[in-house]
């Protein structure tokens, strides 16, 4: 049976996180709101980046109106749209601009996910990349003050990016494919 695009988007989501994200404890600080369930699953049906940018921001509106206590953060799948990463890049740069102007800056954060998600100097195929690549283009909204006390209490935050790159390399692309496997 194949599930509708918007299910299968928010299915694929969820296991790249279990397996990537918190299962390679890439982020320490998403175990705790992955296995409490306090990650809302947002899926853009936005075919171009003017939709999915008012998805995003409606969905910003909602995490900023909601209980922290039982959502802390929002994930906004765009399976539909941004499928280039210079398109994504362009939503992302018009999402960050709207939040400052709106006079959101520290207190929502956007981080950034994507397919294709290459750093800059990094070779395409780098299993670095896989550090911010998802299963679909995605906007990771986060409360900042929630982010700042995560902060506070893990010894060595600075070290995260670097020790994560350092893993994914010592898997190889190979691992992470198995990973991301479906089954």
């Known amino acids: 049976m ?10 694929n989501t969820r296991r790249w996180l279990e ?46 109106n909601g209980d922290p206590s039982e959502i802390e953060t929002t994930l906004v799948i765009a399976p539909n ?11 992302l740069a ?24 290459c750093f800059d100097g990094v070779a395409q195929d780098d299993p670095a990349n896989h550090t911010n690549r998802s299963p679909h283009p995605m906007f990771h909204l986060i409360r900042e003050a929630g982010l700042a006390a995560a902060l506070e209490s893990y010894p060595d935050a600075d070290g995260i990016p670097e020790r994560n790159v350092e893993l994914l390399r010592k898997l190889g692309i190979d691992e992470i494919r198995r990973l991301l496997e479906l089954s």
């Open 94 to 117: 018009l999402i960050e601009q709207a939040l400052g102007q709106a006079g959101l800056d520290g207190i929502l954060q956007v981080a950034s996910f994507h397919p294709d998600y």
């Open 81 to 91: 749209a941004l499928h280039t990463f210079d398109e994504y890049l362009e939503a």
């Open 19 to 64: 397996r990537i994200v918190v299962g390679l404890n890439l982020c320490p600080f998403a175990a705790s709101p992955f296995k409490r369930e306090r990650i809302a699953y947002r899926v853009s049906e936005g075919t171009t980046l003017e939709s999915v940018y008012r998805d995003v921001l409606a969905a910003a509106d909602e995490l900023l």
């Open 2 to 11: 194949t599930l509708p695009l918007t299910t299968q988007a928010e299915a």
